[in-house]
């Protein structure tokens, strides 16, 4: 009906409710979908709503902040529309408002365009906007920290480089503090930005902790906010995954058992990143692995396997075992003693896996360090080929020299199944059964 034409020329009435009131209008009509974002930017309203920001009274920059984050959080385009009027600066200048409902508009707004992209997030800040938003989260309202928490999350994930702006402006130590606040979504923002700023690398990771999160940071995941215990094991995940020694100091920290018992407590995606976590612990060496599997690590993974639906949480925490299990045979065994080998077979076998969770679900790293035997002989009915030769080369490893094993592979069937296997003559798995045969008297074979 023509109304963006006529909404236009009332951002310049002289009466401020008018200004305000149509400002209004048009965040609501932005926020409302795409079309009517891009309607905005193309009938030449952003030049006229900004131009007049700086000397309008509050309600005003709160409604222009608003059309500008309802624009802007639309996509990477409608956002680089936003930066092209020269919005970012006068945002920025709303970020030192005296009214806190200001700041807080204009953080959200520098969010939103912030979020998209690394190109983006740079030109929030080459505006200027961290350092401010730095001051933002030690201002006393909770709605302000809230927002402003956010959107340093939102700067920093893209890049170390933009993380470490972040990180130069002196954002660690107070987003540290914030730790304990009672606010859940407080937490939720600063575990978030925390997070986003240890994932780049060592140093970032390293800087965080040094801040002195743990066991501070633990709290958080017994927290009653689903969101809280996510973002808290998503941040001890990231710390976890880049070095030996940064997981160590988890170890110690009582990390691992807090996460595994946040993984026993809770369903579905909130426990990804404990898993994950588990998962990255486990594959820096024996050691860790066998932190993880004294804290009883084990059958929270295993439960993982068998209640969730999803495969990206299975995928998950069929890598985490595989890491766990992969070290040593006594790694191995912890792994098969808790039953979990025929599940894992099932999941690869399945065709309705998805293929990271078949991918993730091949038995390939438990089975060559696995000589657990009763754990390995259910397997010998059921697998594949490319399993199979795993699976009977772990037997010909250990038949040989353990006549009790050798006895119970006969009475079990075992050796039954093995010479009804069909391999290629002079391949690996030829080689494995006659070594197994080669135990055993001619007749007994036969």
Same mark, same amino acid.
């Given at each position: 009906?023509g ?12 009466v =401020?409710?008018i200004q ?18 891009e ?14 920001l ?7 920059? #709160?409604?222009a902040?608003f ?17 092209q009027?020269?919005?970012l ?27 998209h ?5 740079q $030109? ?11 001051l *933002? ?10 927002i ?28 540290a503090?914030?730790?304990?606040? =009672?606010?859940a979504?407080l ?26 999160i743990?066991p ?5 995941l ?11 094991a ?8 880049h ?14 058992? $807090?996460?595994i018992?946040c ?8 426990r ?5 976590m ?12 066998m932190?993880?599997?004294?804290? #009883?690590?084990?059958?929270?993974? *295993?439960a993982?396997?068998?209640?969730e ?5 299975k ?11 992969? /070290? ?5 065994? $912890? ?7 025929p ?11 998805s ?5 993730? $679900? ?11 035997? =009763? ?5 010998? /009915? ?15 490893k250990?038949?040989p020299?353990?006549s009790k ?9 075992g ?9 290629? =003559? ?5 080689e494995y ?14």
């Open positions: 009906s109304v963006m034409s006529l909404l236009r020329p009332l951002l310049l009435d002289f =401020p409710t305000q009131t149509a400002a209004l209008a048009l965040g609501r009509l932005a926020n409302y979908n795409d079309d009517l974002a309607a905005i930017v193309k009938g030449d309203i952003l030049p006229l709503l900004v131009c007049s700086s000397e309008q009274n509050r309600f005003y920059k #709160k409604a902040a059309v500008l984050r309802a624009i802007g959080k639309r996509s990477p385009q409608l956002a680089q529309a936003v930066v009027c020269g919005a600066e006068m945002l920025v200048i709303c970020l030192e408002d005296f009214d806190p409902g200001v700041k807080e508009a204009a953080s959200w707004a520098l969010g939103y365009i912030a979020r992209n690394s190109e983006l997030s $030109a929030v800040v080459d505006a200027g906007a961290v350092p401010l938003l730095v *933002c989260i030690q201002e006393p309202e909770i709605a302000l920290k809230r402003a928490a956010s959107t340093l999350s939102d700067i920093s994930k893209h890049s170390p480089e933009l993380a470490q702006t972040v990180v130069d402006a002196g954002a660690i130590a107070h987003l503090q914030m730790i304990l606040n =009672p606010d979504k937490k939720r923002q600063v575990l978030s930005a925390l997070s986003q700023i240890a994932k780049h690398s060592v140093d970032l990771a390293e800087l965080v902790v040094e801040a002195e743990f501070v940071v633990l709290t958080c017994k927290d009653s906010d689903e969101y809280v215990k996510k973002n808290g998503t941040l001890i995940r990231e710390i976890a995954k070095t030996p020694e940064l997981s160590q100091l988890i170890v110690n920290a009582g990390g691992v058992a $807090a996460v018992d993984i026993g407590s809770c369903r579905g995606t909130v990804l990143p404990g898993i994950m588990l998962g990255y612990v486990a594959a820096h060496s024996e050691n860790l692995s932190a993880v599997i004294v804290s #009883k690590g084990i059958p929270p993974l *295993c993982c396997l068998v209640e639906h999803e495969d990206h949480i995928a998950a925490a069929a890598w985490a075992l595989g890491q766990v299990g992969r /070290h040593t045979p006594e790694h191995a065994r $912890a792994v098969a003693v808790a039953n979990v080998l599940t894992l077979l099932a999941m690869y076998m399945d065709t309705r896996s293929e990271d969770l078949q991918t993730k $679900a091949t038995l390939k790293n438990i089975l060559q360090k696995c000589t657990y035997l =009763p754990a390995l002989e259910p397997l010998l /009915h059921d697998a594949p080929p490319n399993i199979m030769k795993h699976i009977i080369g772990q037997f010909s250990v038949l020299y353990d094993a050798r006895r119970l592979f006969v009475t079990t069937g050796l039954k199944k093995v010479q009804e296997i069909k391999a290629e =003559p002079g391949s690996l798995l030829q059964i006659n070594t197994i045969n080669n135990c055993y008297p001619e007749e007994i074979v036969r």
